[in-house]
């Protein structure tokens, strides 16, 4: 299935489900109704599902939980030689351990080793699978509080139950949606076993190989519908054992995107103004449509090859389709790559970077997407209110000093994480000998490897050997602040919101939901990412393009 095909098919299927899992996934954080087995976990942890709470409990709760789950995932895999299933592997170094736990607890799973010979089938389904569906869940938790305080008209000062939200998250959306396409991909031929690895003999040359197997499957279910990224082995979803068919691919890709674009019908429904969440989904479309032009063209005009520049790209996809999922998967968190990002041409590697410089809101990963666009279309009310003269107000709330300082406060952490990482790793002895090469290259490497552990995405540039001391410590702590301090301040934030009461809509208030408002929230979007970076970049893949 060659050419522009799985495009039309991928974005056929977001349409079929956007309504549907929009509105069932709006029911689900607004029911009052708890399920039995809902009930029963609340017991055993001692919550009172029926306690709504402010922002800063709800931020504890977030935070405290997280904390938890690292040093739970790192004992797992520091042990995992004592635990079954594991095959005689060592646990990792302690440095490699603390990267990889903060990894896939921020739902970042960037990764500095091979999933097939580093990790044990207990640590990849007890460790690194549960983090999958736990970390998806707490970005969807954090984004439906700040829908919930949008919607809240009555100044209550309440957000939600973050253990309430968490629960039905993870068992009424992410749970069956990842069981059925685990399903569809073992159907498809992805490995799904508890085997040991296997000697098979090669009648062409003669020798033993050595082939592993494990609960794949229902791994690269989770990793892709939870924007996680992350691969059971090292060629991500390019190893034929995770994604073997081109429908598979395209399968995956639809995965990946599936939540973040249906999250923003959920936020229509939620605060009861539909064609907002439709001009949150054009923002978010027309971003996307722009990266994905820019990166197709680029490699479908580059090189002598008929099919355009096919070097890092399976052949059993090509360029197109390759080119979709690097888009995807930069422009949301997820970590999944299907293809050498370090092979693209340097105008298409620098628009996969920027993707993520961006704050990867295009869609966005679960959650995150959401709650970062709805940041963005605070700041385009204050910027567009002071243009034009009107009170600036976003559904009925009043945006103030406080709301700006906080909405500039969450911009800032990003760029200050990989401009900070990037100029102190330049000029520490021997980093230059974890890159691939030097020059613009090089330090493009570097850039994309801080850009995607502070935007928690999580995919390589490839080419750097990530797993040096100074790099797996100062990545992971990019991670741990890329991912923790946006949440806190999106949760301020919410909180600022949920205690202001509702103000009717007037003649002098601004539209938020007509196209003209939706051009000028991408130009911002478009603005903040590329002026912040540009010095960056013209350094980097520009700076390679015009060599």
Known sequence: ????????????????VYVPLGNYMARVFTSEKH????????????????????????????????IVCIVALYLIIRLQIFLPWHFDVPPMRPDQAWNTAVSF???????????????????????????????????????????RALADTRGSGHIGNFWVDLTRCVIRVLLPLAALATVFLISQGVVQNLHAPASYHSFSSGTSQLLPGGPVASQEAIKELGTNGGGFFNANSAHPFENPTEYTNIMEIFLILVIPVCLTRTFGVMVKH??????????????????????????????????????????????????????????????????AHSSYSPIGGAML??????????????????????????????IAGLMVGRTPEFLGKRIQVPEITLVSLFILVMPVLVIAGVGVSTVIPGIRQALSTGGPHGFTELVYAFTSASNNNG?????????????????????????????????????????????????????????????????????????????????????????
């Open 35 to 66: 399920w039995r087995i809902e009930q029963v976990f609340y017991r055993l942890i001692g919550i009172n599902a029926q306690q709504s709470v402010g922002w800063r409990s709800y931020a504890q709760s977030v935070v405290a939980f997280s």
């Open 105 to 147: 607890v921020t739902n970042t799973n960037w990764q500095t080793y091979s999933g097939e010979t580093a990790m044990t089938l207990f640590s990849q389904m007890f460790g690194l699978a549960v983090q999958n569906f736990l970390s998806a869940g707490v970005g969807i938790c954090v984004a439906v509080s700040l829908i």
């Open 274 to 339: 539909k064609a907002q969440g439709t001009a949150v989904l054009g923002v978010m479309a027309s971003i996307f449509a722009i990266s994905l032009a820019v990166v197709n063209y680029a490699e479908a005009h580059i090189g002598i090859s008929a099919g355009g520049g096919l070097e890092g790209k399976e052949l059993r996809f090509g360029v197109a389709p390759s080119s979709l999922f690097a888009v995807a998967t930069t422009s949301t968190s997820t970590g999944a790559i299907d293809s």
């Open 353 to 382: 970077t920027l993707n993520m410089m961006l704050g990867e809101l295009s869609p966005g990963g679960v959650g995150t997407g959401i709650y970062t666009m709805l940041i963005m279309f605070v700041l385009s009310v204050f």
């Open 459 to 547: 995919s390589a540039f490839a080419g750097i050997h990530a797993d040096a001391p100074w790099l797996t410590i100062s990545l992971a702590v990019a991670m741990f602040l890329g991912r923790f301090l946006p949440i806190v301040f999106a949760l301020a934030l919410a909180g600022r919101f949920s205690r202001a009461n509702a103000i009717p809509e007037t003649a002098g208030t601004l539209p938020t939901h007509r196209p003209l408002f939706i051009a000028v929230v991408v130009g911002i979007c478009l603005i903040v990412g590329a002026l912040t970076f540009l010095p960056t970049l013209v350094l980097g893949p520009i700076a390679e393009a015009v060599l």
């Open 1 to 16: 299935m060659s050419g522009y095909i799985p495009y039309v098919i991928v974005f056929a299927m977001l349409a079929a």
